[in-house]
């Protein structure tokens, strides 16, 4: 009898205090890991947020740029078109001056021909 009064004491000792305190300490460090955690959560959220940003500010930066080195082309293509035009029209004008200059080569000969 006095083992099993002994046993429902220690029961009971261990229903009303040592499983209270567990309870308590297990919520403690419940909450404190609960805590740590949304922080970790938190600071991972800053940090996608930056990369977002910093990718967000690259992509800017490459579009900025590969829009420029387009009109940078479409420049120089331009250029390059006027200065074909340019390279032609000389061309053309020597070609002309050419053609002069044989012309009145050939009526000196044919001058020259004639004696």
Same mark, same amino acid.
């Given at each position: 009898?006095?083992?099993? *009064?002994? &046993?429902?004491?220690?029961? !009971?000792?261990?229903?009303? !205090? ?15 890991? &609960? ?13 996608? $947020? ?5 990718? %967000? ?11 420029? !080195? ?7 293509? %331009?250029? $390059?078109?006027?200065?074909?035009? *340019? ?5 053309? %004008? ?12 050939? %009526?000196? &000969? ?6």
């Amino acid at each position: 009898m006095r083992v099993l *009064e002994n &046993l429902k004491n220690v029961i !009971h000792e261990t229903n009303e !205090h040592t499983l209270t305190k567990c309870r308590e300490t297990m919520q403690d460090n419940l909450n404190q890991v &609960l805590q740590r955690l949304q922080e970790a959560t938190d600071s991972v959220c800053r940090l996608q $947020q930056r990369e977002q940003e910093r990718k %967000k500010i690259y992509n800017d930066h490459l579009i900025a740029n590969e829009k420029q !080195h387009l009109t940078q082309w479409e420049d120089f293509m %331009k250029e $390059q078109y006027n200065k074909q035009a *340019e390279v032609d029209e000389e061309h053309r %004008k020597a070609m002309e001056r050419l053609k002069e200059q044989y012309a009145e080569m050939e %009526k000196d &000969l044919a001058k020259f021909s004639t004696f």
